[in-house]
């Protein structure tokens, strides 16, 4: 089974059982390291593919850290990631290219006002600008996203029924088809091969 098509079932619908509605927005942590491209000017190079697929390992290794600092202002809560999946994107030059998205939830209590505040205080921190929604029909749902350059989001539900964060890494300019080629083909090459009895 490719990568693509691993990821593609990973997205469930764990959400919108938590919150009655799925969340449709695409999210983008801080800006991560830039990796110089290497090879020639062709995108599908190989050499360019292999700088892009570290750029991509770097941007996911970004989101997990950005993540987790999201977790830790919100508490102790026990968070679970429900689905890591790869997904096409624009860069903020609007060039195609690829990131990872992911959905961590907990079904912890959380102090809804005092969970969305510190999780805005910590994000505008970044440099992130927030909005905050409510719906009196959705009562004890409070939505948090956050934008930065690029029009990118990341978004807080706290409800009290459960919790989630849903976010994605930088888009790494690239070839979708080259790429995850390449993470094929990486995953194989570092997965034990069987031995015979």
Avoid at 117 to 130: A, D, L, P
Wanted: charged share 20%; aromatic share 6%; net charge negative.
């Amino acid at each position: 089974m490719s990568y693509e098509s691993k990821a593609r079932l990973k997205d469930g619908g764990i959400l919108a059982a938590l919150f009655g509605a799925g969340i449709a927005l695409s999210a983008c942590t801080p800006t991560t390291t830039e990796i110089p491209m290497t090879g020639s000017s062709n995108p599908s190079d190989p050499a360019t593919v292999k700088a892009q697929v570290e750029q991509l390992k770097q941007a996911l290794a970004d989101l997990h850290a950005f993540k987790v600092e999201t977790q830790q202002a919100i508490g102790p809560q026990k968070w679970v990631d429900e689905g890591l999946r790869n997904m096409d994107c624009k860069t903020p030059d609007g060039e195609g290219g690829v990131n990872y998205s992911v959905l961590t939830l907990t079904s912890d209590p959380v102090d809804l006002e005092a969970s969305v505040n510190v999780v805005k205080t910590f994000w505008e921190s970044k440099g992130f600008t927030t909005r905050t929604e409510t719906n009196p029909r959705e009562p004890g749902l409070i939505r948090l996203y956050a934008n930065e350059d690029g029009g990118h989001l990341v978004s807080y539900f706290a409800n009290i029924e459960g919790s989630s964060l849903e976010m994605n890494s930088a888009c790494v300019a690239g070839d979708l088809s080259a790429i995850y080629k390449e993470l094929d083909r990486q995953e194989a090459s570092d997965s034990p091969s069987p031995t015979a009895e």
